[in-house]
């Protein structure tokens, strides 16, 4: 089975500008979340989603935000951007029975000059 | 509040000898447990987990924790490390309603040296 995937991995904007991360979850994974990680704050829950809804919110501003589509993918958007959203974007995928681990993609590097 | 605290941010250690990364939560409710680890330029790879059961779970790459519950503990051991061991190390937990959001520590980074 392939992993879960991240695009792009690398990421360069400027302050003001909006940017659209995608995720593609493991084949037969319901469940996304993201999580940014910074080396100030950490690792930090943004939003997870199942079957196309949010059922989960972290604490982020409403510049943070995302959806899911019918295929279970994920796009999670950042609007006009500031310094601090510089971070790796992590992006998770789980199972739908029982209690499921979550499994990470590689993370896509967002760097806001 | 819920949160995890690990104990060390940096742990230098020998090759071949034996390491403990200490991790504690706070939470009011029983939480499941997790041991995830990152190498660089890479996201996070699950090492073990705690969700029910026997206390001391036996994760992968010869990793181990103790789930501790009157003393909200869950440190990661391992025996004898390597040099590829060397990696960033986060203790995190969930609530078993389901919710996927992963409550992390700050991460201890392991040093592994010849």
């Known amino acids: 089975k392939a992993g879960v995937t991240q695009t792009p991995r690398y990421l360069i904007k400027t302050r003001g500008q909006q940017v659209t991360l995608s995720c593609s979850p493991i084949?037969?994974?319901?469940?996304v979340s993201w999580y940014q990680q910074t080396p100030g704050q950490g690792l930090q829950f943004l939003f997870e989603?199942?079957?196309?809804?949010?059922?989960n919110k972290g604490n982020f501003p409403g510049r943070f935000s995302g959806r899911q589509f019918s295929n279970s993918r994920s796009e999670m958007n950042v609007s006009t951007l500031e310094l601090g959203d510089s971070a790796l974007y992590l992006c998770?995928?789980?199972?739908?029975?029982?209690?499921?681990?979550?499994?990470f993609g590689p993370g896509t590097r967002l760097t806001v000059l | 509040a819920q949160s995890v605290t690990q104990l060390d941010s940096q742990v230098p250690v020998f090759e071949e000898a034996p390491v403990e990364l200490r991790c504690n939560y706070s939470?009011?409710?029983?939480?499941?447990l997790f041991w995830y680890v990152q190498y660089p330029n890479q996201g996070l790879q699950l090492l073990l987990k705690?969700?029910?059961?026997?206390?001391l779970v036996k994760g992968i790459n010869g990793f181990e924790a103790e789930f501790n519950k009157s003393q909200t503990s869950f440190h990661l051991r391992k025996p004898s490390v390597h040099i590829s061991d060397t990696a960033e190390y986060f203790c995190?937990?969930?609530?078993?309603?389901?919710?996927?959001?992963?409550?992390f520590g700050q991460g201890t980074r392991l040093t592994i040296n010849p």
């Open positions: 998770a995928s789980s199972g739908t029975e029982g209690y499921n681990e979550q499994f």
């Open positions: 084949s037969g994974h319901r469940s």
């Open positions: 995190a937990f969930d609530d078993p309603s389901g919710a996927q959001k992963l409550v």
């Open positions: 939470s009011s409710v029983s939480v499941y």
């Open positions: 705690y969700l029910s059961g026997s206390t």
């Open positions: 989603y199942f079957s196309e809804t949010q059922r």
